[in-house]
């Protein structure tokens, strides 16, 4: 069965797919977003050439050969234009099939807990404190990430202060009665990561994420070697050579990968296998609520090396407003957990009047 036809929907920060087959059979996806219009692009240049005429059904055979033949492309927007044929493909599957592309995988469709997952470091501890007391009334989260250094800050705080501060701060808060949860987005050193890691561990922290430069695993290790805390990482990383040696080194304790940064689910799921023969969990980066959060909750629902959660971004339209209309239904916490979508494929419909003010291009199979 050929793939027949690739189009695009895309504005700077989001970017659909819909893939057709000679069938007939259609497929929604998504590239990754941020400079998603770029993506898409990338995806007609240097994707669509390989996946025309293509047995959709080998689609190991296609997300293979794409890196090899742009072997002169190694780096992100290649993968992340994958991704968007990959995840339209998982929904056409599933919609041919009936079935839900987390049953696909051999997993069943349910609620599955969530981390509220706060982006934000322009937020003193006490109000970031009292915003997550309030979502843990409304929602009923029992899990939190909050954010520590500054983005590649080497060692450089938001504000001096700052991630001692909200460390202390959410550890008498919360401590004992939620999970919690700590991103440095590059920040540290070695060094300071360590100090950091003890400190989040005395404050009953479970999970520090990425403390120091992601490209940089021997440091990476040097920090995970060194704490009781698990130390977690990966989500920018689409080389599957690096999260093999990540895997194999113990660079982490948990693997992150981003499905839409690495290229789909198809290539996602080798690093969930990674996962498994290293006894690792596997825990994705999901911090938005594009599809990226409903393609985690399917593959989540079905890999035997999951983590105990979902990343589940909690800011609101006036800190992402381009989130704003994509899809339905959208995603909603309700007790600490988010359903997996019931209906055949990802479960949801792309919003129409989204799609008529998105930028559009066309590739299509020669007759």
């Given amino acids: 069965m050929k793939i027949t036809k690739i189009e695009t929907f895309s504005t700077e920060f989001v970017g659909f797919v819909k893939v057709t087959t000679e069938d007939g059979s259609e497929g929604w996806g998504q590239v990754s977003t941020y400079n998603s219009d770029i993506s898409s692009l990338v995806l007609h240049r240097q994707v669509a050439p390989y996946a025309l005429g293509w047995d959709a059904f080998d689609l190991n055979g296609l997300v293979d050969i794409i890196p090899e033949k742009e072997h002169k ?18 929904d056409l599957f599933g919609k041919r099939e009936g079935k839900t592309v987390c049953e696909l995988l051999g997993g069943s469709p349910r609620p599955l807990r969530v981390y509220a997952s706060s982006m934000r470091r322009d937020i003193t501890p006490e109000d ?13 989260y029992d899990a939190f990430k909050i954010r520590v250094g500054s983005e590649y ?22 401590g004992g009665k939620a999970t919690l949860l700590a991103d440095a987005n590059s920040c540290f050193t070695p060094a300071r990561a360590i100090e950091v890691g003890r400190m989040l561990e005395d404050n009953g922290f479970s999970h520090f994420e990425e403390p120091c430069p992601y490209w940089e695993l021997d440091w990476t290790k040097e ?10 990482g990966g989500e920018q990383d689409c080389d599957l050579a690096t999260w093999r040696r990540m895997a194999s080194m113990g660079a982490v304790n948990v ?25 690792m969990a596997c825990t994705p980066h999901s911090a938005n609520l594009s599809l990226v959060t409903i393609f985690t909750l399917h593959l989540m629902g079905a890999i035997e090396a ?18 704003k ?15 997996i979508p019931s209906e055949p494929g990802w479960g949801i419909q792309i919003r129409r009047d989204w799609l008529e003010n998105a930028q559009y291009q066309c590739s299509e199979l020669d007759s």
């Fill in 223 to 232: 920090v995970t070697d060194a704490l009781d805390i698990d130390v977690t």
């Fill in 73 to 90: 492309f190694p780096g992100a927007y290649l993968r992340r234009a994958i991704g968007g044929v990959d995840t339209a493909l998982w």
């Fill in 128 to 140: 970031e404190v009292e915003r997550l007391k309030k979502l843990q009334d409304e929602c009923g």
């Fill in 255 to 279: 693997l992150q990968p981003d499905i839409c940064y690495l290229g789909g689910i198809a290539r996602t799921m080798r690093v969930a296998e990674l996962a498994k023969r290293y006894k």
């Fill in 306 to 323: 999951a983590g105990p959660y979902v990343e589940f971004a909690i800011e609101g339209l006036d800190y992402y407003p381009w989130q």
């Fill in 153 to 174: 800050g080497h060692d450089v705080d938001e504000w001096p202060g700052r991630t001692e501060a909200i460390i202390t701060a959410m550890g008498e808060a919360f």
């Fill in 325 to 339: 209309d994509l899809y339905d239904p959208f995603p909603i916490a309700k007790d600490g957990k988010v359903q």
